[in-house]
């Protein structure tokens, strides 16, 4: 898994429904957590 991500702030809402910095922080979590996350749109996700 890619453990190291850049700092930008670039955020991203995952099908899990989680807001993420970037999209490298979405697909590190994926991996870690050995589920399939994707991108569901760019920006913050509706709370």
Known sequence: CLSVCSMEYWPV?????????NECHLTSEACMSNTDITVAHVGKCDQ
């Open 13 to 21: 809402c995952g099908s899990d429904g989680k807001t993420y910095p």
